[in-house]
């Protein structure tokens, strides 16, 4: 009996706006990367996120320690990505003035 030894492709597929995600969910390459990072086991993500099968979060984890320059890039880019729309939404939605106004409903009893 020999056993079968086969490349197997790693779970990661990007989306049309470049976002990388684990093959078949929504659950992105950041969310598991960073769960890693924070010390969570694989068994942990896995139960954090039902949709990702714990197989593919070993393989996610692989590919992260196989390519991380790559990956801490990708991940350093999508910070970048996520500050930029920050900043553009408080300029076109000021969230202060929203609040200032929430709060004086709230003194004025809801009215």
Known sequence: MSLAIDAIPVPLAADESGTVRV??????????VTAYQQGETPEIIADQYPTVQLA????VINYY??????????LVRRQEEAAAMRRKLDVRFPHEEFRQ???ARRTDGGK
Do not use: F, P, W
């Not at 659950?27 to 598991?32: A, G, H, K, N, S």
């Open 23 to 32: 093959a078949g969910t929504r659950v992105t390459l950041d969310t598991i």
């Open 101 to 103: 106004r929430l709060l």
């Open 65 to 74: 320690l196989r390519h991380r320059k790559e990956v801490e890039s990708y």
């Open 56 to 59: 593919d979060v070993y393989a």
